[in-house]
């Protein structure tokens, strides 16, 4: 019967800590999007070919040489 009440008790810490951190994320607004990800699986991926990887790592490089 002892362990019934260990196990109550540590349940309850345990679903305490959650809410907590439910709160927490909540508070800082990770959940305010509920739009987006339910669109964004209707849109196709850009596919990047070997021309446009090497043209992004020039834009990069002149953008660093210019710092």
Same mark, same amino acid.
């Given at each position: ?35 987006? &990800?339910?669109?964004?699986? =209707?849109?196709?991926?850009? =596919?990047?070919? &070997? ?17």
């Amino acid at each position: 019967m002892e362990v019934v009440y260990i196990t109550i008790g540590v349940s309850i810490i345990v679903a305490i800590f959650f809410f907590i951190v439910f709160i927490k994320s909540v508070k800082s607004g990770q959940y305010e999007d509920t739009y987006t &990800p339910s669109v964004r699986m =209707l849109f196709d991926d850009e =596919l990047v070919t &070997p021309s446009d990887k090497d043209k992004i790592k020039d834009k990069e490089s002149k953008s660093e040489s210019t710092k």
